[in-house]
């Protein structure tokens, strides 16, 4: 069967690709920027990717006519760039626009829960996209998921960071709302099980874990699984921008989803019964489980996907080969070179630069950075990365993200996300004679970019210094 299969990118959809493939279905992947996509993945001709933007009609032509079902797995909650509702919008709607011009039979739409009268910004998002590809010629089927709970996802790593930073939780109302978790095997298993199926055709289903717990006590058992004890107070007193702010500061999250997050968060995700789980032999994993199961695939490096990489900024939007080629004119620049004792030691360490390795020398001064980004609204230092050993074009590194990383040509390009007065790459690339070339660009906007940089003079020649010296050196990182 031939599947196409948006948002091929995104944290589901990353999920859902291998297991489309073991079933043997031909898919073909939508992706906005080709270069994000990491086909060394997956070994089999039974992949095409084509380049599709939904939110520009000239894009949509990209897309063949002969499939037979289609995935919707477009979410913007986690933009910065625009009204996200606005901008699903048009997206639900240049979707059902190309399909009616293919042969798809079926669509399927992974929506969230929405029966609350009063739906939350995001929800009635959802929801306003579930009418629009409603009035297709073809069956929609629509899988209305509840908190996805898996190593990577959004909801798993903000509740991770609240819990293993603070033994003492002050949060507000929205802790005592109550919601139905569901693991992310599960949501696999239903998007899989749901292909062609009659019983699903024009018909929406809550797909939820076994579990029906408020947001308190999903820190409590999280909490329990990891062997840690927390004591949290409810302070009712504490307003929504508040809440979004404190958020923001204690987790990975940016100021936007935060603020979106805290507003779903006030709204009882619950869903309503149905028989669909029997009908397709699904066994329901429960909320300890599936953190267990998320664990696992964190300590044997197996995280396929993180929410973290999906999550659209300018330099996503607009495309990384619009920011690849580094600018010379008009640019400052800090290069150095040093000789490499190992080569391959030193091309393994960049390759773990950042995230729980740190960045080798001065860390403190780096977290003071990641701080001092976080008070003026950046991503801050706490995103990571999605694997301690491996790194691809696309990921997000702490507060960069990686526009090129070759290990045969053995060169890493980061693009800087942090709030700046201008623009910034940091690159490191092994020639063949061994040595190491660290260079560090910076393109300022106006006084303020130039002073920026004139400033931070002397605190670059002591990180830079270092860093280039520990990955010259011929020990081993852990």
């Given at each position: 069967?031939?599947?196409?299969?948006?948002?091929?990118?995104?944290?589901?959809?990353?999920?859902?690709?291998?297991?489309?493939?073991?079933?043997?279905?031909?898919?073909?992947?939508?992706?906005?920027?080709?270069?994000?996509?990491?086909?060394?993945?997956?070994?089999?001709?039974?992949?095409?990717?084509?380049?599709?933007?939904?939110?520009?009609?000239?894009?949509?032509?990209?897309?063949?006519?002969?499939?037979?079902?289609?995935?919707?797995?477009?979410?913007?909650?986690?933009?910065?760039?625009?009204?996200?509702?606005?901008?699903?919008?048009?997206?639900?709607?240049?979707?059902?626009?190309?399909?009616?011009?293919?042969?798809?039979?079926?669509?399927?739409?992974?929506?969230?829960?929405?029966?609350?009268?009063?739906?939350?910004?995001?929800?009635?998002?959802?929801?306003?996209?579930?009418?629009?590809?409603?009035?297709?010629?073809?069956?929609?089927?629509?899988?209305?998921?509840?908190?996805?709970?898996?190593?990577?996802?959004?909801?798993?790593?903000?509740?991770?960071?609240?819990?293993?930073?603070?033994?003492?939780?002050?949060?507000?109302?929205?802790?005592?709302?109550?919601?139905?978790?569901?693991?992310?095997?599960?949501?696999?298993?239903?998007?899989?099980?749901?292909?062609?199926?009659?019983?699903?055709?024009?018909?929406?289903?809550?797909?939820?874990?076994?579990?029906?717990?408020?947001?308190?006590?999903?820190?409590?058992?999280?909490?329990?699984?990891?062997?840690?004890?927390?004591?949290?107070?409810?302070?009712?007193?504490?307003?929504?921008?508040?809440?979004?702010?404190?958020?923001?500061?204690?987790?990975?999250?940016?100021?936007?989803?935060?603020?979106?997050?805290?507003?779903?968060?006030?709204?009882?995700?619950?869903?309503?019964?149905?028989?669909?789980?029997?009908?397709?032999?699904?066994?329901?994993?429960?909320?300890?489980m599936a953190i267990e199961l998320a664990f696992d695939k964190i300590e044997q490096n197996q995280v396929l996907s993180s929410w973290k990489d999906a999550q659209t900024s300018r330099i996503i939007y607009d495309g990384i080969a619009n920011h690849i080629e580094v600018p010379t004119n008009?640019?400052?620049?800090?290069?150095?070179?040093?000789?490499?004792?190992?080569?391959?030691?030193?091309?393994?360490?960049?390759?773990?630069?950042?995230?729980?390795?740190?960045?080798?020398?001065?860390?403190?001064?780096?977290?003071?950075?990641?701080?001092?980004?976080?008070?003026?609204?950046?991503?801050?230092?706490?995103?990571?990365?999605?694997?301690?050993?491996?790194?691809?074009?696309?990921?997000?590194?702490?507060?960069?993200?990686?526009?090129?990383?070759?290990?045969?040509?053995?060169r890493l390009l980061l693009y800087a996300e942090m709030k700046l007065p201008g623009e910034a790459w940091l690159e490191f690339k092994i020639e063949p004679d061994g040595n190491i070339y660290q260079t560090a660009t910076f393109r300022p906007l106006g006084i303020m970019g130039r002073l920026?940089?004139?400033?931070?003079?002397?605190?670059?020649?002591?990180?830079?210094?270092?860093?280039?010296?520990?990955?010259?050196?011929?020990?081993?990182?852990?």
């Amino acid at each position: 069967m031939k599947i196409l299969l948006t948002g091929a990118t995104g944290y589901i959809a990353q999920r859902l690709l291998p297991v489309l493939l073991e079933n043997n279905h031909e898919i073909v992947c939508c992706v906005r920027d080709s270069n994000r996509f990491n086909y060394h993945n997956y070994e089999t001709a039974n992949i095409k990717v084509i380049e599709v933007d939904f939110l520009k009609k000239e894009t949509l032509h990209n897309i063949p006519p002969d499939i037979d079902v289609a995935y919707y797995l477009i979410h913007s909650m986690s933009s910065s760039v625009g009204d996200f509702e606005e901008m699903e919008g048009i997206s639900a709607k240049n979707f059902k626009y190309a399909i009616l011009k293919t042969n798809a039979r079926q669509v399927i739409y992974l929506s969230g829960i929405v029966n609350d009268s009063e739906l939350s910004k995001h929800l009635s998002s959802r929801k306003n996209v579930e009418s629009i590809l409603s009035t297709g010629a073809y069956a929609l089927t629509t899988l209305r998921a509840g908190i996805i709970m898996g190593s990577g996802s959004a909801s798993f790593e903000i509740i991770r960071d609240l819990v293993e930073k603070l033994p003492i939780i002050v949060a507000p109302r929205w802790l005592l709302t109550r919601s139905q978790p569901i693991a992310i095997r599960n949501v696999i298993q239903y998007l899989v099980g749901v292909i062609m199926l009659p019983d699903a055709f024009n018909k929406n289903f809550d797909i939820v874990g076994p579990d029906i717990l408020s947001y308190k006590e999903m820190l409590i058992r999280f909490g329990k699984v990891r062997g840690l004890h927390h004591r949290i107070f409810i302070a009712p007193f504490i307003q929504p921008k508040i809440s979004a702010f404190w958020l923001y500061f204690v987790t990975s999250v940016s100021f936007s989803l935060a603020k979106n997050l805290v507003d779903s968060m006030k709204v009882e995700i619950v869903g309503k019964k149905n028989n669909l789980s029997e009908l397709l032999g699904i066994e329901l994993i429960n909320y300890e489980m599936a953190i267990e199961l998320a664990f696992d695939k964190i300590e044997q490096n197996q995280v396929l996907s993180s929410w973290k990489d999906a999550q659209t900024s300018r330099i996503i939007y607009d495309g990384i080969a619009n920011h690849i080629e580094v600018p010379t004119n008009g640019c400052f620049k800090d290069v150095r070179v040093l000789k490499a004792i190992n080569p391959e030691t030193s091309l393994q360490k960049i390759w773990k630069i950042g995230g729980i390795t740190g960045w080798y020398y001065a860390d403190l001064l780096w977290n003071f950075r990641g701080f001092l980004d976080k008070l003026v609204g950046g991503v801050g230092l706490r995103r990571g990365r999605k694997s301690p050993t491996e790194i691809y074009a696309g990921d997000a590194l702490d507060f960069w993200r990686v526009l090129l990383a070759n290990k045969k040509e053995k060169r890493l390009l980061l693009y800087a996300e942090m709030k700046l007065p201008g623009e910034a790459w940091l690159e490191f690339k092994i020639e063949p004679d061994g040595n190491i070339y660290q260079t560090a660009t910076f393109r300022p906007l106006g006084i303020m970019g130039r002073l920026y940089w004139y400033l931070l003079l002397p605190l670059h020649a002591i990180i830079f210094n270092g860093m280039i010296r520990k990955i010259a050196e011929n020990e081993a990182i852990q």
